[in-house]
């Protein structure tokens, strides 16, 4: 409804003008509040085209003729301002780390209340994200998802989606960076989707359209890569979507039960491209190159192959860009370690990683063991991953959390119930128990459920310890506290010190 101020009375018009005055000095302080956080953190506007023009050296300007620079690094490691970052010895010290799940590649359970603020509950990944709601909302909603700062009145040309400045959660900012660095983290996992990462013509002899994703997640790769140099925290980055999707997961990008990428076309050898790019352009920041996460290899001898071959075919592209500085990790694609035995070895492949995931909660046999099964089947990995490691390539067990149940909402997809609770299908299943007191907030967790948290996380540390390290799943999730690194740390069941032990010698 529109006022018009000539049809009130000379004392209502001199009010009504006081309000319109107050609106606008507060819209315009909260726009000032904005620009100040930027600058605290290090960082102006970020450019408008993404940051091409990145030199592997750790610095950036962008060619765009109305953008300014996000994050330089152009300090060298004796600035006061940085803290030195020395190459990490692989070999002899431990990776301790943790993944920033749902920050540039989102999943709903992660970021629940990004995927209500759409109004479509069709929604359920960034694939339909681009399908189904209007690209300037969509792009509106992923930046201030991405910056974390602040947000000023989103309204859809629809009208479906509104929301204001105090709405919106802040995520991952370099606080983050800084709280993991107190925590005794020495690595951050930072997954991307082939969707962000800004080639052109000139980079690809295949397509570069990221329809139907909403690109620009760039820029706050290149933010983080800075935050981490800045506080001395290494870096993996994850390509965690590729094109036509490699497993099927919604946190692949597009949730589907036909995934496309190991079936011929161009997709492969675009992920190789992407990578390629990836390396040439921020590798001076990047420790490890993750090539791809969780490739579905169990889905027969197809996927398997060309997973094999894009393993070897990445590599080379990554070291033709980067050179031998960079570690590069592959990963075992749901078919053990050990199918990989041989894979990638000097003198074919040199600083080689494994990634290994360990969960045991996606079905109902798993989910019918006890505390102490759940921590006797972990502990047989010591038997399976020190092995390998020792006579193949370095191991890091990559993604692993807390969660005993599924019980976390939308774990399973958007709109998907758990298995744990017997809401994950309407045929068959079986009910474990109830979700009260497993997700959600800490506070509503049992003492004796933070000592089952704090002895299923000591015995996955042990795991990873054994061999070269762990990165945890992960740093922050909106409504589940049982998979967050840092409510773990608030509440209590994951210690300051990532090495001290209330249960040492868990698997003895």
């Known amino acids: 409804m529109r006022i018009r101020l000539g049809c009130l009375p000379s004392t209502l018009v001199f009010l009504t003008q006081i309000a319109i005055l107050i609106q606008w000095t507060t819209r315009l302080a909260n726009a000032e509040q904005c620009r100040l956080q930027l600058h605290r953190n290090g960082d102006l506007d970020p450019p408008v085209n993404g940051g091409n023009n990145i030199p592997t050296n750790g610095t950036y300007t962008d060619g765009g003729p109305t953008a300014t620079i996000l994050a330089t690094s152009t300090s060298t490691s004796t600035s006061p301002s940085m803290t030195p970052v020395t190459p990490f010895n692989y070999s002899r010290d431990k990776v301790r780390g943790v993944n920033l799940g749902g920050w540039l590649v989102l999943e709903p359970w992660i970021t629940p209340s990004f995927f209500e603020r759409t109004g479509n509950s069709d929604i359920i990944d960034e694939y339909t994200l681009g399908q189904l709601l209007d690209r300037g909302t969509a792009q509106d909603m992923l930046k201030q998802h991405w910056e974390s700062v602040c947000v000023h009145n989103i309204t859809s040309r629809s009208g479906s989606v509104s929301f204001s400045d105090a709405s919106w959660p802040q995520w991952i900012t370099e606080d983050d960076f800084?709280?993991?660095?107190?925590?005794?983290?020495?690595?951050?996992?930072?997954?991307?989707?082939?969707?962000?990462?800004?080639?052109?013509?000139?980079?690809?002899?295949?397509?570069?359209?990221?329809?139907?994703?909403?690109?620009?997640?760039?820029?706050?790769?290149?933010?983080?890569?800075?935050?981490?140099?800045?506080?001395?925290?290494?870096?993996?980055?994850?390509?965690?979507?590729?094109?036509?999707?490699?497993?099927?997961?919604?946190?692949?990008?597009?949730?589907?039960?036909?995934p496309q990428w190991a079936l011929g076309g161009d997709n492969v050898a675009r992920t190789v491209d992407t990578l390629r790019f990836i390396a040439a352009n921020a590798g001076g920041l990047i420790d490890v190159l993750e090539l791809l996460n969780e490739a579905a290899g169990f889905r027969g001898d197809d996927w398997a192959a060309a997973i094999r071959k894009f393993w070897l075919d990445a590599y080379d592209a990554v070291r033709a860009a980067a050179g031998d500085r960079m570690k590069v990790m592959i990963g075992d694609a749901f078919l053990g370690v050990n199918s990989w035995t041989n894979f990638l070895v000097p003198p074919r492949g040199h600083d080689v990683l494994m990634d290994f995931h360990e969960y045991q909660i996606f079905s109902d046999g798993e989910l019918d063991r006890s505390t102490d099964d759940h921590i006797r089947f972990a502990c047989q990995y010591n038997n399976v991953l020190p092995a390998f490691a020792g006579g193949n390539i370095w191991t890091i067990v990559g993604e692993w959390s807390n969660a005993v149940t599924d019980c976390a909402r939308w774990l399973n997809g958007r709109n998907v119930g758990a298995r744990w609770d017997n809401t994950y299908s309407t045929t068959g299943g079986r009910h474990h128990g109830s979700c009260s007191g497993y997700t959600g907030s800490y506070t509503n967790f049992s003492d004796a459920y933070k000592e089952v948290l704090r002895r299923y996380f000591e015995v996955q540390i042990e795991i990873g310890e054994r061999v070269q390290g762990w990165v945890f799943w992960t740093w922050k999730a909106e409504e589940a506290d049982e998979w967050s690194y840092q409510k773990g740390l608030e509440g209590g069941w994951i210690p300051r010190d990532p090495t001290d032990r209330k249960y040492p010698n868990i698997c003895s």
């Not at 295949?206 to 290149?222: F, K, R």
């Open 178 to 258: 800084i709280a993991m660095k107190a925590a005794g983290l020495n690595h951050v996992r930072i997954p991307l989707g082939y969707w962000s990462v800004p080639m052109t013509s000139d980079d690809t002899a295949y397509s570069t359209s990221p329809d139907p994703y909403i690109p620009g997640a760039w820029t706050y790769l290149l933010r983080g890569l800075n935050w981490a140099k800045k506080h001395g925290i290494h870096v993996i980055v994850d390509l965690h979507g590729a094109p036509g999707s490699q497993n099927g997961y919604d946190n692949s990008g597009q949730k589907t039960g036909n």
